[in-house]
């Protein structure tokens, strides 16, 4: 089955400066990757996803990039904010099953 | 809009009590899910369905049930409550499946002492 590894599992960022999730995937047939930000106490919420068929998505200051070939995208979050302070999840999906980091927990220092 | 609810919030059983989860989604979505979030460990599916009548096994199925009779509602039934269960639960929706947005609830927090 698929195994998403997720790194680093905490990061710490002053504010203002940006922020990197990596993950990993081992299922060559995953063709959807999902970011999820989860706040305390809330549900994770989608917050930005690409398709085998991208190599790069961008919204505001959060991007996602895909290397299927190496099997690893990343989440990279620019100009960090206090409310960018939460988990996040990347998740990797083969149409029939979504599977999930570990999650990292972000923290940013003002 | 409310999208997804689950009750109650926060609840503690005593091992081997039962008690059904509550999930409710008023977007008219064919898929729902349900999740456990253990610490580090991330979200283990635990059953889902893909429509009213239909069901089927996630990840980590053992000692749960489910049921869908509605298109609106996905229960999550715990039999013999062990301390194993003491998990944040989510239940989750979506349109058209694993490959798509998927919508969460709130969480429900469950101690099993």
């Known amino acids: 089955g698929e195994n998403v590894e997720q790194h680093p599992s905490t990061l710490s960022v002053q504010e203002g400066d940006s922020a990197v999730i990596k993950c990993t995937y081992s299922?060559?047939?995953?063709?959807?990757f999902p970011w999820y930000k989860q706040e305390l106490g809330k549900g994770p919420q989608l917050i930005i996803d690409?398709?085998?068929?991208?190599g790069e998505k961008k919204d505001q200051r959060i991007a996602v990039t895909l290397n299927k070939t190496a099997k690893h995208f990343s989440l990279h979050i620019t100009e960090t904010q206090p409310e960018d302070s939460a988990v996040y999840f990347c998740?990797?999906?083969?149409?029939?099953?979504?599977?999930f980091g570990a999650g990292t927990t972000v923290t940013v220092r003002a | 809009n409310a999208g997804v609810t689950q009750t109650p919030k926060f609840r503690i059983l005593k091992i081997g009590q039962s008690m059904t989860l509550q999930c409710t989604q008023d977007?008219?979505?064919?898929?729902m899910y349900w999740y456990r979030q253990d610490p580090g460990m991330g979200l283990k599916l635990i059953y889902y369905?893909?429509?009213?009548?239909?069901?089927d096994k996630g990840e980590v199925p053992n000692g749960y049930n489910v049921s869908r009779s509605t298109t609106e509602d996905f229960p999550l039934r715990l039999e013999l409550a062990a301390p194993s269960q003491t998990s944040v639960y989510f239940c989750?929706?979506?349109?058209?499946?694993?490959?798509?947005?998927?919508?969460f609830g709130e969480g429900s927090w469950l101690t099993v002492v």
């Open positions: 989750a929706s979506s349109d058209t499946g694993f490959g798509n947005t998927i919508y």
């Open positions: 299922d060559s047939a995953s063709n959807y």
């Open positions: 690409i398709r085998s068929n991208v």
């Open positions: 998740a990797a999906s083969n149409d029939y099953k979504l599977s």
């Open positions: 977007m008219n979505h064919n898929y």
């Open positions: 369905s893909v429509g009213a009548g239909i069901t």
